[in-house]
């Protein structure tokens, strides 16, 4: 018989700190997804730049950095609704060529990329624990202006490669925003504007499902969900 997947049927378990394995994904991916729902219950799904933080000067509580431009959905539909569902996974993945028309893709993957470049994907993709972590939990906006908000954004600036070039001219496939016509990957639009807003997760609960199909419920109580750790994970 083939092997059934094992599913969540407990109850979930309980931690008052991210398990290792999500902390992990978290440092090991380079995007996340924010899923946000409108008053009329339209689900909305954008891909997002994050940070992510054990704890901050002003959160003994482990957050989810992320900011964004006023005039987005996410932004409409967070006022109305702060619960949100995160979706960050850590395995790398390639569409293999198609070949149904009778030509591969072009141009190969590997001509792409420099070898160097190439070596670093290998090793990097060794390192990865193959599990995807859903994650729920209640955004708001910091507070606009406030030292918080400059500290966060501060942090996020510096988590992220936001450049669409590397300095020899090479496109930087490591960065951890898409490359943009402006040569600044977003960062102007997206993070350093005056009127970008700072946008805060604290996590409640989380389903992790690895790539043999097993998935695990955790529910994180308590005020702390430091990792005893004070990197600044994404993009590494």
Same mark, same amino acid.
């Not at 998935?215 to 529910?219: A, E, P, R």
């Not at 430091?226 to 750790?229: I, K, P, S």
């Given at each position: 018989m083939p092997e059934v997947p094992v599913s969540s049927s407990n109850a979930p378990q309980t931690s008052s700190t991210l398990p290792e394995e999500v902390v992990q994904c978290l440092q090991n991916a380079r995007f996340l997804h924010l899923a946000t729902s409108s008053t009329d219950a339209m689900?909305?799904?954008s891909l997002m730049n994050y940070t992510y933080l054990p704890s901050s000067p002003y959160s003994a @509580?482990?957050?989810i950095i992320m900011t964004t431009p006023p005039g987005t959905q996410k932004t409409a539909n967070l006022l109305q609704n702060p619960r949100v569902s995160l979706l960050v996974h850590d395995w790398v993945s390639t569409r293999p060529p198609t070949l149904t028309s009778g030509r591969a893709s072009s141009p190969p993957p590997a001509? @792409?990329?420099s070898s160097l470049a190439t070596l670093l994907l290998g090793m990097n993709t060794a390192a990865l624990s193959r599990i995807s972590a859903t994650i729920n939990g209640t955004a708001h906006f910091v507070a606009h202006g406030s030292e918080e908000e400059k500290w966060l954004k501060a942090r996020h600036l510096e988590n992220n490669t936001f450049g669409s070039e590397l300095d020899d001219g090479e496109d930087d496939v490591? *960065? !951890?925003s898409p490359a943009e016509s402006s040569g600044d990957g977003g960062r102007g639009r997206w993070v350093e504007g005056d009127e970008v807003r700072v946008i805060s997760v604290c996590v409640e609960d989380v389903r992790i499902?690895?790539?043999k199909g097993r998935? !695990?419920?955790?529910?994180i109580t308590g005020a702390t969900n430091? !990792? *005893?750790?004070g990197a600044l994970p994404n993009g590494i």
């Open positions: 689900p909305h799904i @509580s482990a957050q001509a @792409s990329r490591f *960065g !951890t499902s690895d790539y998935v !695990t419920d955790w529910k430091a !990792t *005893g750790n």
